[in-house]
């Protein structure tokens, strides 16, 4: 193993989340199994796949391939719009756990003993989240989402085996309505933009690794 990639939403890291319980189910859910009976057929990885050989327009090349569905337009339907936008004015409360900052860190420093980097992203959020007072409908505030990005770039600087990468940018991303299903999850489309990104980032982390090490 040389990578772990590691989706870290702002609400990991705030002392008043939880997540309900829900990801202790997760192998009793279709897709699992779905993508399970999948890994066997999937080709050995020899190297990173460059952007000019990934097609974003067609369909899934992972496990899932379930059909394809964008819900309710949110910029265009008025009440799924009201709807959203409620939900980002500032509901909940938001305090930075840094106790959960401290056991990601430990995690961190285990990885690079062994070896391996950690790659923390952002996940993108629907872009009706640009401009409004929460960047997440859990509440993040935009400051506190300041404070996320400060942290985990802290933490980039302080452990070499680290890197974050703020795909969200309080979701002035770059990706647009169709690369969304709802409000946090991706498309096919939105997946392979995402998964594009966060390849570039490792092809260039390993290069520069490799330079590295030739030179010593």
Not at 34 to 49: E, F, L, Y
Not at 98 to 114: P, T
Not at 134 to 147: H, P
Request: aromatic share 12%.
């Amino acid at each position: 193993m040389k990578w772990v990639i590691y989706g870290l939403s702002p609400r990991m890291l705030n002392k008043y989340y939880l997540s309900g319980g829900w990801d202790d189910n997760v192998k009793e859910c279709d897709i699992y199994y779905t993508d399970k009976n999948m890994w066997a057929t999937i080709p050995k990885v020899t190297r990173m796949i460059p952007f000019s050989e990934v097609d974003i327009d067609k369909g899934s090349q992972w496990g899932f391939d379930g059909n394809e569905r964008i819900k309710k337009d949110l910029i265009r339907d008025k009440e799924e719009r009201r709807n959203a936008l409620r939900e980002l004015q500032g509901k909940g409360r938001y305090e930075f756990d840094f106790e959960r900052l401290a056991k990601l860190e430990s995690s961190v420093k285990i990885m690079g003993e062994n070896g391996v980097n950690m790659l923390a992203f952002s996940p993108p959020m629907h872009p009706i989240s640009a401009g409004q007072p929460c960047t997440d409908d859990d509440g993040t505030s935009r400051q506190a989402y300041d404070e996320y990005v400060m942290r985990l770039n802290a933490l980039d600087k302080k452990h070499p085996n680290f890197y974050f990468l703020d795909v969200n940018k309080k979701g002035e991303h770059g990706f647009e309505h169709e690369c969304f299903s709802d409000f946090d999850h991706l498309t096919f489309r939105g997946a392979k933009k995402l998964s594009i990104m966060l390849n570039d980032l490792m092809v260039k982390a390993d290069t520069k690794a490799k330079a590295k090490n030739a030179k010593n």
